[in-house]
């Protein structure tokens, strides 16, 4: 008797309201309508390849007039590709387009937004609290590694998986760091709430010390199911803020009342930074560090296999020092190198590990001698083939984190 499979889990009804069609590109079954914007909705749908869950944000472009909307996504969806193997970032999958639609196929959070839990539950318990907060400022400690600034984090863009865990989400204000050359941020962007004072006084700032300032306003919303600055009028509410004129709930404990004060320090010099955060004690109690994904397990690195087959008498001449033929035999544009050594496998391994260290790339040792390097959101493969006693030749290959290039239609909507 066969065993019985795994229904997949439902697909969120339709909304009859809807002009979307049922089927998007033959690729996606599109469930309810999960939320809207001015230019974007993003529904629930389901893959007709795999079954799985995930979310699809459809941007209309024939309403982003704005000449600043275009650089906009495509900031948001560089921003995601970078990020794309944080636990606590929202990932995306593939990214299409027709004439007139940008599709964005991400992960589905089925346990929805975190703002409105707590507006429903209350406020939360101090280990629940800290729990969540540890995984936002562990995903925006990533961003800011990755060179990626949020600039617009709030309760409302934090969203929940099925098993409870915190996924930031919505990169549409993010921006990206430039070749680390000092620049500042200029941009006045973001929810006045959960802004830093220094982004709404349109001067330049740096774009993590803004995170942090919001990462504050989110740990105070969290105790208390309150915001430190909430006035209607604009005006008084950046007096609020300027002058630090808040009430933190006496039920909140002293640790955690000095991580608010900290946070929300209207001056960006002297204000806690995520990674002085980071080894504050009340934030390590109970701390668990994300699983970082194997370099050599992401969908990517079957592109960067080492095949043996390939290596012939004519490769092994091309490569031999002095007489360089490659360019007779590689295929143009490929994103790999190969040469020859007489050193050791265990002296070229530990020479990888010793320069990849120093250069910040994280090393990682597969199967058959592999070693991978990875550094945001590059990684190298490098694989060695022994040819004879004293000639060993080496593949070194580069890849992005993702496998996935923007796929067009010519047709439809």
């Not at 979307?20 to 590109?25: D, E, H, K, N, V």
């Not at 964005?104 to 939360?124: I, N, P, Q, W, Y």
């Not at 105790?223 to 509410?237: G, H, I």
């Not at 004293?390 to 047709?411: A, D, I």
Request: glycine share 8%.
């Amino acid at each position: 008797m066969e065993p019985r499979r795994a229904q997949p889990p439902p697909l969120p009804l339709r909304t009859t309201s809807s002009n979307i069609p049922a089927t998007l590109l033959n690729r996606y079954e599109l469930g309810k309508l999960l939320g809207r914007g001015s230019f974007a909705k993003v529904y629930a749908a389901r893959s007709l390849t795999d079954n799985k869950l995930v979310a699809i944000k459809i941007i209309d472009k024939t309403r982003t007039v704005d000449a600043a909307m275009e650089p906009r996504i495509i900031c948001e969806i560089s921003a995601m590709r970078r990020l794309q193997h944080h636990p606590n970032i929202l990932k995306i999958h593939e990214v299409m387009a027709t004439r007139t639609k940008i599709y964005l196929v991400m992960d589905l959070a089925l346990g929805g937004e975190l703002f409105s839990k707590v507006l429903h539950r209350g406020k939360l318990k101090e280990s629940k609290a800290r729990r969540y907060f540890q995984q936002l400022v562990s995903a925006l400690h990533f961003c800011h590694q990755n060179g990626v600034a949020h600039r617009d984090v709030k309760p409302q863009n934090l969203l929940l998986d099925e098993n409870g865990n915190l996924k930031v989400s919505d990169f549409g204000l993010s921006a990206l760091a430039k070749a680390q050359n000092g620049d500042v941020l200029q941009t006045a962007c973001g929810t006045p709430a959960f802004t830093a004072p220094e982004v709404m006084a349109r001067r330049g700032y740096d774009g993590a010390k803004a995170d942090a300032w919001s990462c504050g306003v989110i740990l105070f919303f969290l105790l208390s199911a309150q915001l430190p600055f909430d006035d209607t009028n604009l005006a008084s509410m950046y007096k609020k803020i300027h002058r630090r004129e808040y009430q933190i709930p006496s039920s909140i404990s002293k640790p955690a009342k000095s991580i608010i004060t900290q946070l929300l320090d209207p001056n960006p010099t002297t204000r806690m930074s995520i990674v002085g955060l980071m080894n504050h004690s009340w934030f390590l109690k109970n701390y668990e560090l994300p699983t970082q994904s194997s370099m050599f397990e992401l969908e990517h690195t079957k592109y960067c296999k080492f095949d043996t087959r390939s290596v012939n008498a004519f490769d092994i001449i091309s490569l031999s020092s002095g007489l360089d033929l490659s360019g007779l035999f590689e295929v143009k544009g490929r994103r790999e190198k190969r040469f020859t050594s007489r050193e050791t496998v265990e002296r070229i391994a530990e020479r990888l590990r010793e320069v990849g260290g120093r250069l910040g790339y994280r090393v990682e040792e597969g199967k058959g001698g592999a070693i991978g390097l990875g550094k945001g959101r590059v990684v190298l493969m490098l694989e060695m083939l022994e040819i004879s006693e004293n000639l060993l030749v080496v593949e070194v290959k580069v890849g992005g984190v993702m496998g996935w290039n923007l796929r067009r239609f010519s047709g439809g909507n």
